[in-house]
């Protein structure tokens, strides 16, 4: 008994001396093409990692679209680097984050898959390696010398404008100015709102979504992560994927930018 109390002390340890070492960090930067691979985002590598970390508090930019404010200073963020010791047997994965002196900062636990098929088998390894971030309760804690007043907030919002935002700004514009016009306006908003709203059509492995015409948008492929599901439209692979009770869909090309999505299941 006093054996299983050590240990389980040293692992709260170890995880409270993690967290408390992650939360220096502000970003983390994922390559849009990890080592090793020959494409950028093959197998949708760069998309699934960047979503994981975004789902566990990070804020996750790719390499190629990073904010002013981490170009200047690329102490700000991690490198996410994706170690691939895959064979012909297995598909074997790890994730490794290092700082900007290029210093490991926490390397993962290896994720095994021997799936034939690599996309999936890929989807599989990855994930089972991300669990060494799980549970971490990561949150932002710049150093006391740049510490403000205004609050810290880590969201996935620095990839998403969202429709509402926009709209609705509109609709107070219209308010201002004249009353029936706001009027117009608001129902003009509602409309399009109802046209955007996509509909959930259970099918074989996934989904089908469908608009108000009823037109199918997109085939929604099930895989092994929760809410995480393949899609393909107009010749492009993507994602579509579940954040802070929004849906969002992100496609495989150089845009690398999230769009929300307003999906009725």
Same mark, same amino acid.
């Given at each position: 008994?006093?054996?299983?109390?050590?240990?389980?002390?040293?692992?709260?340890?170890?995880?409270?001396?993690?967290?408390?070492?992650?939360?220096?960090?502000?970003?983390?930067?994922?390559?849009?093409?990890?080592?090793?691979?020959?494409?950028?985002n093959q197998f949708r590598t760069s998309t699934l990692v960047k979503y994981l970390f975004a789902n566990e508090g990070f804020t996750t930019v790719y390499g190629n679209a990073?904010?002013?404010?981490?170009?200047?200073?690329?102490?700000?963020?991690?490198?996410?680097?994706?170690?691939?010791?895959?064979?012909?047997?297995?598909t074997k994965t790890q994730i490794s984050l290092i700082d900007c002196n290029g210093a490991l900062i926490m390397m993962s636990q290896e994720g095994k898959s021997k799936v034939?098929?690599?996309?999936?088998?890929?989807?599989?390894?990855?994930?089972?390696?991300?669990?060494?971030?799980?549970?971490?309760?990561?949150?932002?804690?710049?150093?006391?010398?740049?510490?403000?007043?205004?609050?810290?907030?880590?969201?996935?919002?620095?990839?998403?404008?969202?429709?509402? $935002?926009?709209?609705?700004?509109?609709?107070?514009?219209?308010?201002?100015?004249?009353?029936?016009?706001?009027?117009?306006?608001?129902?003009?908003?509602?409309?399009?709102?109802?046209?955007?709203?996509?509909?959930?059509?259970?099918?074989?492995?996934?989904?089908?979504?469908?608009?108000?015409?009823?037109?199918?948008?997109?085939?929604?492929?099930?895989?092994?992560?929760?809410?995480?599901?393949?899609?393909?439209?107009?010749?492009?692979?993507?994602?579509?994927?579940?954040?802070?009770?929004?849906?969002?869909?992100?496609?495989?090309?150089?845009?690398?930018?999230?769009? $929300?999505?307003?999906?009725?299941?």
């Amino acid at each position: 008994m006093r054996h299983f109390t050590a240990v389980l002390l040293i692992f709260f340890a170890v995880n409270m001396g993690l967290n408390a070492q992650l939360n220096n960090y502000k970003y983390i930067v994922v390559p849009i093409k990890f080592q090793g691979f020959k494409n950028d985002n093959q197998f949708r590598t760069s998309t699934l990692v960047k979503y994981l970390f975004a789902n566990e508090g990070f804020t996750t930019v790719y390499g190629n679209a990073m904010p002013d404010e981490l170009r200047n200073n690329p102490c700000l963020g991690l490198q996410a680097e994706l170690i691939n010791e895959s064979g012909l047997l297995a598909t074997k994965t790890q994730i490794s984050l290092i700082d900007c002196n290029g210093a490991l900062i926490m390397m993962s636990q290896e994720g095994k898959s021997k799936v034939k098929e690599y996309e999936q088998a890929y989807r599989e390894a990855i994930s089972e390696s991300f669990g060494s971030f799980r549970g971490l309760n990561y949150s932002y804690t710049p150093p006391e010398d740049t510490k403000s007043d205004a609050p810290i907030t880590v969201s996935f919002k620095n990839d998403v404008k969202t429709l509402e $935002e926009n709209t609705s700004s509109a609709v107070e514009t219209a308010k201002e100015k004249v009353m029936p016009e706001a009027t117009v306006i608001s129902d003009n908003v509602a409309s399009k709102k109802q046209k955007d709203v996509l509909y959930a059509q259970p099918i074989e492995n996934g989904y089908q979504l469908v608009d108000a015409s009823p037109k199918v948008v997109y085939v929604l492929k099930k895989t092994s992560a929760p809410d995480v599901y393949l899609v393909n439209t107009e010749g492009k692979n993507g994602i579509i994927y579940k954040n802070e009770g929004k849906w969002f869909i992100e496609m495989d090309d150089k845009n690398g930018k999230a769009k $929300e999505l307003n999906i009725k299941f």
